[in-house]
């Protein structure tokens, strides 16, 4: 009788990454050079995480550091904003006593 050798079983596929966690990196990465592209940055990365969490792809990661870079970027430019507030509002304060 013939030994038959069953073929080695095929691994399982894997997850294919997300998109839009890509995309959510690459929009914080630019928004180093122009601001509204963070907040798209954020947005894409908000989306991408709860594509993850409901299909199981990959790029948790890509989506996290997308948000924390997003994010980071809109704290640092509304902090800016501020001291370039209270410079003007000091300079023209003490301008009016002169």
Do not use: K
Request: with cysteine; charged share 5%; proline share 9%.
């Amino acid at each position: 009788m013939p030994r038959v050798t069953p073929a080695p079983p095929t691994p399982p596929p894997t997850p294919q990454l997300n998109t839009m966690a890509i995309v959510a990196f690459a929009l914080s990465v630019l928004g180093i050079f122009v601001l509204p592209s963070a907040l798209g940055g954020v947005v894409c990365g908000h989306l991408a995480r709860r594509q993850i969490r409901r299909t199981g792809e990959q790029g948790d990661a890509w989506a996290l550091a997308a948000l924390i870079l997003g994010y980071l970027l809109l704290l640092l430019s509304i902090a800016g904003l501020l001291l370039f507030g209270g410079f003007m509002i000091t300079m023209f304060g003490v301008m009016a006593f002169m």
